[in-house]
């Protein structure tokens, strides 16, 4: 258990250093950290992926934080989003978002864990899965995880908001993505990030027409052990209530929840 939490906490540094990565992958981020804050506005307006207010020092009021990024986020005409884990130690963060008169975004999301490689399956006949290490690359991963999730609602523009500094992200090298194609075509994709010894799993996707035919299991395989193969002690991922499930097959384990505060910009700006 000692060993989970210890986990645990790495997982939630790592969910920072990805956050504070993806501010240098698109042109339009920017980052403000020091006294125990970490705000982290990537290349779109949207607050839940993009727009991030974290403590890197538990000690850092709940109430302060807030505060700093009213102001931060308030300057580039954005909303924001805060993350408190349900172990205790985010309580007054808690207290401080409901004060604010943050919005509850969805339920809690699951913080899972795996701590070693798992057993890859064959590729099936027909497809091809390769890992990017050019722009065309993560121009596949951003096409195939925009029609993705734009299934849910998300606005297209969204990921190539994001990663419109192809270049920055691969030569970053804690990132690591995995991309399946069909018949030429990307159909599903992943990524890991790696900090501190640890890694996560982040933007898994499979686009609707792919979907049912086990991709998500594929791609979260092989960018799960990349992770371990670069030396990663272990790997952490937020879990959507679709993936949790395949998640959970496949062995990882949930350590918390995350509950999720949003401040919407008014209106949403680009």
């Known amino acids: 258990m000692a060993q989970f939490l210890l986990q645990g906490t790495l997982g939630h540094r790592n969910l920072i250093a990805f956050n504070r990565a993806v501010t240098r992958w698109g042109s339009r981020g920017a980052l403000d950290e020091g006294g125990g804050a ?12 993009a727009n991030c207010a974290f403590r890197s020092d538990d000690a850092l009021g709940g109430g302060e934080l807030i505060a700093r990024a009213e102001t931060f986020f308030g300057s580039l005409a954005r909303g924001f989003s ?22 509850r975004f969805g339920i809690p999301v699951p913080e899972m864990i795996l701590e070693g490689p798992l057993r890859e399956p064959p590729v099936d006949d027909g497809l091809a ?13 951003i096409a195939v995880n925009a029609e993705a999730y734009g299934t849910y609602g998300m606005p297209t523009e969204v990921l190539s908001d994001l990663f419109d500094e192809p270049a920055r992200l691969l030569d970053d090298p804690g990132a690591h993505i995995v991309v399946v194609s069909r018949a030429g075509a990307p159909v599903a994709t992943a990524m890991t990030y790696e900090s501190d010894g640890v890694a996560s799993l982040q933007w898994v996707g499979t686009v609707p027409s792919a979907r049912t035919a086990g991709l998500g299991a594929v791609v979260t395989i092989r960018a799960t052990n990349v992770a371990f193969e670069h ?3 272990s790997c952490t991922l937020q879990a959507s209530p ?20 949003v401040r919407w910009p008014t209106p949403p700006a680009h």
Request: charge should be negative.
């Open 38 to 49: 970490v705000l982290c506005a990537g290349g779109t307006w949207i607050p839940v992926v």
């Open 82 to 103: 805060v993350k408190v884990r349900d172990t205790g130690e985010d309580d007054d963060l808690r207290r401080a978002c409901e004060a604010a008169g943050m919005e």
């Open 129 to 141: 899965l390769r890992m990017v290490d050019d722009e065309a690359g993560v121009s596949d991963f």
């Open 231 to 233: 030396g990663a002690s």
């Open 242 to 261: 679709m993936g949790e499930p395949l998640y959970r097959r496949l062995g990882y384990e949930t350590i918390y929840r995350y509950g999720e505060f």
